[in-house]
């Protein structure tokens, strides 16, 4: 793609009212809004409302609590969800594809490289993603936060340069927006700045995301490189402010040292199967020399994993540094542990650091 992408995230809140109706004037706008902009800049939308609508259609009055009520309402919430989407786009002529993503997507190196070249191609092909968590088949995924989570990832996936996050809210403030004293949050430089902020503010009756899982979501974008802002969505030209740079909502401003797309991928999507201790020597080698761990450097293994599978690397508190990829099984590696001369446990190539908090 020519352009760095962005990614439009819609809470269940902002498409779906209190009755689990679509808010269909408001969709419609927000759409022309979409197409308007998707003529400059590359648009994915992650769209939650599925389980709300859902809801809405089989007239339950209540959200449901069990996960297979959850998902037999998602079931029914996508498909409306989808033609409502590209019953809006198709107004100004703008094709949309649909596109259901569940964690282990993430988390397998090869499925995460084809969403990654299906997204580049919907956006290639002038195409509008309409991306959702696959709820119908998802278990703790339902609960994960309302699709902020998502959202990040996708973000991530496609090496966006902004997040749009939009809420019922007009951004982050320094306390629950309801209380008098309570100040929106202009800007987030960093994550100390969000010590003296409150987000415990809850997520609506429909959807399952509070601020928190926003703030979370930002954290996780700009750690790829892409700046954030969480804006109200029920405000008109809330997007193209966004996106052209102007002050609205909360900002995220992007961090400028991100890893590449492969070590993200070792950050947040590498699911690990188990833990090497190393000694002090072997840590500062990997920190201050980029260099790849060496059997000679750990102390101990836990866990059982093949070649190939994720592990985290700790120091003798426990507190885990990096993740990496091992270049040979546990049974293998025990073999060798406190040796020198043996090939590399983790190749420097495979490894990421974890920046401190």
Not at 120 to 141: K, R
Not at 192 to 204: E, P, R, V
Not at 234 to 247: D, F, K, L, Q, T
């Amino acid at each position: 793609m020519s352009h760095r992408p962005v990614v439009i995230k819609l809470g269940s809140s902002t498409l779906v009212d209190a009755d689990g109706r679509l808010r269909r004037s408001r969709l419609d706008r927000i759409a022309d809004e979409i197409s308007q902009v998707a003529q400059n800049t590359p648009l994915c939308i992650v769209s939650s409302g599925a389980i709300a609508l859902g809801i809405g259609a089989l007239n339950r009055a209540e959200r449901p609590t069990t996960v297979a009520e959850l998902q037999a309402a998602a079931a029914v919430g996508q498909a409306v969800l989808q033609q409502a989407w590209q019953r809006a786009l198709g107004r100004s002529d703008r094709a949309t594809g649909q596109v259901l993503l569940a964690a282990g997507d993430f988390e397998r190196r090869e499925s995460y490289l084809n969403a990654r070249h299906t997204l580049e191609t919907l956006l290639a092909w002038g195409v509008t993603p309409i991306v959702n968590e696959n709820d119908s088949t998802a278990t703790q995924e339902i609960t994960f936060g309302d699709n902020d989570a998502l959202a990040a990832q996708v973000a991530v996936l496609l090496g966006a340069r902004l997040l749009v996050l939009l809420t019922d809210q007009e951004g982050l403030y320094t306390r629950d927006p309801k209380h008098p004293d309570a100040a929106l949050v202009r800007e987030v430089p960093d994550q100390a700045a969000l010590a003296a902020i409150d987000t415990t503010t809850d997520g609506s009756a429909w959807g399952s995301g509070g601020m928190r899982s926003k703030v979370a979501a930002a954290e996780l974008a700009r750690a790829g490189g892409a700046a954030c802002v969480i804006a109200n969505g029920g405000r008109s030209g809330a997007i193209a402010a966004a996106v052209a740079g102007e002050s609205i909502g909360t900002r995220f401003p992007a961090r400028a040292d991100a890893p590449s797309a492969y070590k993200l991928w070792l950050l947040h999507g590498l699911t690990t199967a188990g833990r090497i201790e190393v000694d002090p020597g072997a840590r500062k080698a990997l920190e201050s020399d980029g260099a790849s761990l060496l059997p000679v450097g750990i102390r101990s293994l836990s866990g059982r994993f093949a070649a190939g599978d994720g592990v985290e690397l700790v120091d003798a508190n426990g507190t885990v540094f990096a993740r990496g990829v091992a270049e040979m099984g546990s049974d293998e590696l025990k073999r060798h542990v406190g040796k020198r001369g043996a090939d590399p446990a983790v190749h420097r190539d495979r490894l990421v650091l974890i920046q401190p908090a």
